[in-house]
T-cell receptor, first 118, second 112 residues
Framework: NAGVTQTPKFQVLKTGQSMTLQCAQD?????MYWYRQDPGMGLRLIYY???????DKGEVPNGYNVSRLNKREFSLRLESAAPSQTSVYFC?????????????????FGAGTRLSVL | GNSVTQMEGPVTLSEEAFLTINCTYT??????LFWYVQYPGEGLQLLLK?????DKGSNKGFEATYRKETTSFHLEKGSVQVSDSAVYFC???????????FGKGTMLLVSP
């Protein structure tokens, strides 16, 4: 059981380039999330999707777009990368849907994508 | 709104020392509480949870008790090991929401 799989694991971009981070889960979870992690800032939610076909902004959505392709897959796109987007990106999923659910909100994380924008 | 406050790190201990990492929260409802752990180079993984007041979550020798009167969920371990070196995140889940609120994380460094 793979859980949450993120690709790629590492990426180096030049300023202005675009790229898509891929995420897939095999746990039949309803909700999926994208976070970024920066030193001293903890985890910050970029976007999330509480069900197939819906997406919502998190704390730091500017400069990103997302697509919930189907129930399994949730991608994060950087249209024009900036050095401020250098970070480690994590995808997560949970059983919780639009109604939430105290223990259904347990999130399962991928191993992360380490992105450098030069 | 909801918030989670953790003690700042790093927390530096010698092997077999007692560990406490403080966590307090603010929530509008009656949340569930979690501790996640992140080992170097990895994603976060659930360490333990508690779903109601006075519940004690435990796993791998770690414990935390849900204290509603002090809005706290402090993480403790009686004897830490070098392999416990990691970043620990406190988090809460509030009813009706499909997101978690995380603290900023506390790094633990254990030396032999």
């Amino acid at each position: 059981n793979a859980g949450v799989t993120q690709t790629p694991k590492f990426q180096v971009l030049k300023t202005g380039q675009s790229m898509t981070l891929q995420c897939a889960q095999d746990m039949n979870h309803n909700s999926m999330y994208w976070y970024r992690q920066d030193p001293g800032m903890g985890l910050r939610l970029i976007y999330y999707s509480a069900s197939e076909g819906t997406t919502d902004k998190g704390e730091v959505p500017n400069g990103y777009n997302v697509s919930r392709l189907n129930k399994r897959e949730f991608s994060l796109r950087l249209e024009s990368a900036a050095p401020s987007q250098t970070s480690v990106y994590f995808c997560a999923s949970s059983e919780a849907g639009t109604g939430g659910g105290l223990t259904k909100n347990i999130q399962y994380f991928g191993a992360g994508t380490r992105l450098s924008v030069l | 709104g909801n918030s989670v406050t953790q003690m700042e790190g790093p927390v530096t201990l010698s092997e077999e020392a007692f560990l406490t990492i403080n966590c307090t929260y603010t929530a509008t409802g009656y949340p569930s509480l979690f501790w996640y752990v992140q080992y170097p180079g990895e994603g976060l993984q659930l360490l333990l949870k508690a779903t109601k007041a006075d519940d004690k979550g435990s796993n791998k020798g770690f414990e935390a008790t849900y204290r509603k009167e002090t809005t706290s969920f402090h993480l403790e371990k009686g004897s830490v090991q070098v392999s416990d070196s990691a970043v620990y995140f406190c988090a809460l889940s509030d009813s009706g929401y499909s997101t978690l609120t995380f603290g900023k994380g506390t790094m633990l460094l254990v030396s032999p």
